[in-house]
């Protein structure tokens, strides 16, 4: 399909220039046609972005030129080279290097050892570490990150842990870099830093693939832009010939939905009532630290910061996952002593930070992941409710837009968003007072990002107060009533989103003031 | 070396050893420490740390092995068979590779076929005791002094020394003398102690414990200095993430599984042909078991697993060669949550300082009453020994992520 006035350029690029050449890639699941005649041409030390629709086929397209799925038909070549790569080893060694879109990182192993892994510098089998940290930390340098090299994963951020799966593909002498949703996890900052290294990268002549959902980013940092819809590719633009909102329209195909100006007024009762909340924890400064605030009926309250300043650990203690000190009042009553399941019974619910630690069973069908939580509901008597279950999943799928064949599948061969959606569809479902929404929309396209926010307005609108925790300053200026600043584990500001801008949230997040 | 390391070495080793000492001088039971009761209690530790090592191994790429006892099994019968056919070496080695032969039915029962890895464990067990069995009756039966659940008794034994100079071994014709001996006999306070337990991990010295000993550093070697080593361990703490790099995580499995299996036969090998000199039913007593417990106490880390089979093998030696003495023993674990309470209730720890003074008010009791109580408790002493240290360990655990987990290549994550 063309568009009109965004014609392809790709024939700006001569041929000794492009270092990634894919043609007619096709590729189908069982029931899903996931790329569908595929053709991408990459110039050298170019940033080239893909952009589309959850579910589109950019991963999938990625993991083909990374030597994890085989295409049913097609050809890649790599410097005008025709290549078939049976497995990734095959890929990395042509030079290609991918950061997948859910980090793959062993949490017990140090930072060296996972960038080493596989690629291990040694003599007759033994680890040269000296050799090795040597190698590193030059290249760390080289792209100007500084990083612990002895401290397992587990102690670091995810702004921290996508570094170090950047360095790892790099370590492996990738000249062609694949990077799956790298902006998804981090803050402004992070992604400005993130950016700089990018582009120090490409001054060395490595090339750069880069999937994003976010528009503004995509402008901003790529040469060159392919927009995929259903598998196909639409168009490949240059970033000056097109603005966000008429690429949203390519990627989706029809204008995006707009929303709404608010109309209810906030309620007067107090629906969440958190007062001097401290999470405790030994041999480390206490991540939360006496926080309070509230939230009225149909009120949303934005907590913006930096992740890792106590955001993950403050809705944790709200649930009752870690142990705090301080009270919490849901509804006028106090659930500081409560079990997990009292306080969802009082009416909280989680949308969760990591959708695949706390989120999903990946390997069971999407039916039973929609039935967490709604065990109490969908059985009769001590027996699970198979039909109830299952429409119950049918209707999530329909009202949140899940791509999927149907609700037996199991839960990993969604793409990212759509998984993304089906948690969200599954924990808005059970909200009755209160919604903690972490990240609602991490991962996901701007066309169901707009329709899981109306959903959330909706019910707010229907009196739900919600705590919505967001790296996403967009997401937390247009959705929220008032904004809470989180900063090394206290509130540190509180501001009226009428009268804050990004540039103003961004200084108070990384404590500048 | 820097000033906090030696300050950690007084607390960690002098500390302990004055308590110890204080407890002996004043209870007048030296065989607290005294070299009869150490060299007993390194002999019990050996298997116990060898089965542990197999945990170790095998968790560390990402399966968990409770078959050690049923590979401990194959290792005792097939140890003793060969020991009893071709002498003591041989038949180590045979120990060994039958535990290896139980490695690699668990490596293919979990690997291959992805069975549950408990199910595949328990089924080691049950199939190498009552396999055994069958083997006994085909090849002991009628041969003098063997039976269904007993071997032909070994003719040979695998050669013990004693430490020149330390404990008085021979430097070629010449005896050397017997400083710690000499020291054990003074009785001095904390000298007295150290010439006990270095007597005891010095003199009448198989050559078999000093293999096993070995496998610690050697283990942690491989695992943590070697290409093979970090591999293997990234298998057990992330599969996708190691696949994704090229790393081929089921040979690795099996590989990890050989060894795991193999270090259970020498567990095994070592209790029918160095503790005795013949093979018995019901030899391995659940020592697989407590090997793995040993293997959880020292948090997957091959120092860590010494550690805690010492503590077992301290705990059976002085149950075996002293029972009196037990009662000091209930002392000084008074004692030392005593001041484990002090210094928990310095630090403010609420929940630790309690659970320090119960243990002392408990020990307290027992050390009161231990010889009224029936054998039956005292016998239980080992595991109330590692409850306690569980319980009051400091440090977090951090298992292998993935043990457990099956792995199936390919699949899209
Ligand atoms: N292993 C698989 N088995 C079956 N279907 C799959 C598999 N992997 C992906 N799919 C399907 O292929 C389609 C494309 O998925 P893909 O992950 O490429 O989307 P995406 O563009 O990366 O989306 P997102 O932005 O949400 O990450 C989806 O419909 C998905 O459900
Ligand atoms: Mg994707």
């Known amino acids: ?513 | 070396m820097n000033r906090s390391k030696i300050f950690r070495i007084i607390t960690y080793v002098l500390g302990p050893l004055a308590v110890i000492s204080i407890v002996r001088l004043w209870t007048d039971q030296d065989a607290l420490t005294s070299s009869n009761t150490v060299g007993t209690a390194l002999r019990l530790t050996v298997p116990i740390l060898l089965a542990g090592m197999a945990g170790l191994w095998a968790e560390r790429c990402g399966v968990l092995n409770i078959g050690i006892e049923g590979m401990m099994i194959l290792g005792t019968w097939f140890g003793a068979w060969g020991a009893w056919q071709f002498g003591p070496w041989v038949g180590l080695l045979f120990a060994v590779l039958g535990g290896m032969l139980g490695g690699f039915i668990h490596a293919i029962a979990t690997v291959r076929f992805n069975i549950d890895q408990i199910i595949s464990g328990v089924v080691i067990n049950l199939l190498a005791f009552f396999g055994v069995r069958y083997l006994s009756d085909l090849v002991f039966v009628g041969q003098p002094g063997g039976g269904v659940s007993q071997s032909p008794p070994q003719t040979s034994a695998i050669p013990r020394f004693d430490l020149p100079i330390l404990s008085g071994g021979q430097i070629g014709g010449w005896k050397s003398p017997d400083v710690l001996a000499w020291f054990e006999t003074r009785k001095w306070f904390i000298l007295g102690d150290i010439g006990g337990i270095g007597r005891g991990l010095t003199s009448n010295l198989s050559w078999a414990t000093v293999i096993a000993v070995a496998i610690v550093p050697i283990s942690a070697w491989v695992l943590w200095r070697t290409r093979i080593g970090l591999r293997l361990r990234a298998s057990g703490e992330s599969p996708v993430a190691a696949e994704s790099l090229g790393v081929m995580v089921n040979r690795l499995r099996y590989g990890g599984l050989l060894v795991s299996g193999g270090l259970a036969g020498l567990a095994g090998g070592t209790l029918s042909i160095v503790a005795s000199s013949y093979y018995r039913q019901g030899q391995t007593a659940g020592r697989g078991f407590i090997g793995l417990a040993t293997m959880i106490f020292g948090n997957w880390r091959p120092s860590g697993v010494l550690g805690g089979a010492m503590l077992f093998g301290y705990a059976e030696g002085i149950k075996l060669v002293a029972s009196d003495s037990i009662a000091a023993l209930f002392l000084f674990i008074a004692a030392v949550s005593l001041i484990f309470f002090v210094v928990a209730i310095i630090r403010r720890l609420r929940v630790r300082s309690l659970f320090a003074l119960g243990i002392f008010i408990l020990s307290t009791i027992a050390y009161q009453t231990v010889s009224t109580v029936p054998e039956s408790l005292t016998q239980s002493l080992p595991y109330v020994v590692t409850l306690i240290v569980l319980a009051t360990a400091n440090q977090r655990l951090r298992p292998p992520a993935m043990a457990g987990v099956p792995f199936r290549p390919g699949e899209p994550h």
């Not at chain 1, 930072?111 to 190698?135: H, M, Q």
């Not at chain 1, 400005?192 to 940092?221: A, P, Q, Y």
């Not at chain 1, 906030?266 to 309070?292: D, F, Q």
Request: hydrophobic content about 45%.
């Open chain 1, 1 to 513: 399909m063309q568009l009109g006035d965004t014609k392809p350029n790709q024939d700006l690029l001569t041929s000794d220039a492009v270092v990634v050449e894919l043609t007619n890639i096709s590729k189908v699941f069982p029931g899903v046609v996931a790329n569908r005649d595929v053709s991408l041409k990459v110039g050298r030390a170019t940033i080239h972005a893909l952009v589309g629709e959850n579910g589109a086929g950019k991963s999938t397209l990625m993991k083909i030129l990374y030597g994890l799925h085989q295409p049913d038909s097609g050809t890649i070549a790599i410097n005008g080279v025709a290549r078939q790569f049976k497995s990734p080893s095959e890929a990395i060694d042509a030079g290609i290097g991918m950061v997948h879109q859910h980090f793959m990182l062993a949490d017990n192993l140090t930072v060296l050892e996972n960038i080493i892994l596989g690629l291990e510098p040694t003599k007759f089998g033994v680890l040269s570490l000296s050799d090795a940290r040597a190698r590193v930390r030059e290249l760390a340098t080289s792209i100007g990150v500084a990083l612990d090299l002895d401290v397992p994963i587990s102690e670091l951020g995810v702004g921290q842990r996508q570094r170090v799966e950047i360095l790892k593909v790099l370590f492996r002498g990738a000249e062609i870099l694949i990077l799956d949703e790298p902006t998804a996890v981090l803050v402004p900052q992070e992604v400005d830093e993130l950016f700089v290294n990018l582009r120090r990268l490409v001054s060395k002549g490595t090339t750069i693939l880069f999937i994003s959902h976010k528009l503004d980013e995509v402008l901003t940092i790529s040469d060159r832009i392919t927009v995929i819809r259903q598998g196909s590719t639409v168009a490949t633009v240059s970033p000056n010939t097109v603005d966000r909102l008429k690429l949203a329209e390519m990627m989706v195909g029809s204008d995006l939905p707009k929303p709404g100006e608010r109309t209810t007024k906030i309620g007067a009762t107090t629906r969440l009532a958190v007062r001097g909340l401290s999470v405790l924890e030994k041999g480390r400064k206490n991540p939360v630290r006496n926080v309070s605030f509230q939230i009225a009926e149909g009120e949303i309250v934005g907590i913006a910061g930096v992740e890792g300043n106590g955001q993950f650990e403050l809705c944790g203690a709200l649930l009752g996952l870690l142990s705090s000190e301080g009270t919490v009042e849901v509804g006028g009553k106090d659930v500081s002593n409560l079990s997990i399941r009292e306080r969802l019974n009082a009416g909280l619910a989680y949308i969760p930070f990591d959708r695949h630690r706390e989120g999903l069973m990946l390997t069971a069908p999407l039916w039973e992941n929609a039935l967490l939580g709604h065990e109490a509901t969908l059985s009769r008597g001590p027996m699970i409710d198979f039909t109830a279950a299952k429409k119950a999943c049918r209707e999530i799928i329909s009202r949140f837009g899940v791509l999927t064949q149907n609700e037996l599948v199991p839960a990993f061969v969604l793409s990212g968003g759509n998984q993304q959606k089906l948690v969200v569809g599954r924990n808005l479902a059970t909200a009755r007072t209160v919604l903690i929404a972490a990240h609602p929309t991490r991962g996901i396209d701007v066309g169901a990002q707009a329709a899981i926010w109306e959903e959330i307005r909706r019910s707010r609108d229907s009196g739900m107060s919600v705590l919505l925790v967001s790296a996403d300053l967009e997401e937390v200026l247009g959705l929220s009533d008032k904004i809470l600043v989180m900063f090394d584990g206290e509130i540190t500001a509180e501001l009226d989103p009428k009268s804050a801008s990004p540039q103003i949230l961004g200084k108070y997040m990384t404590g500048a003031r």
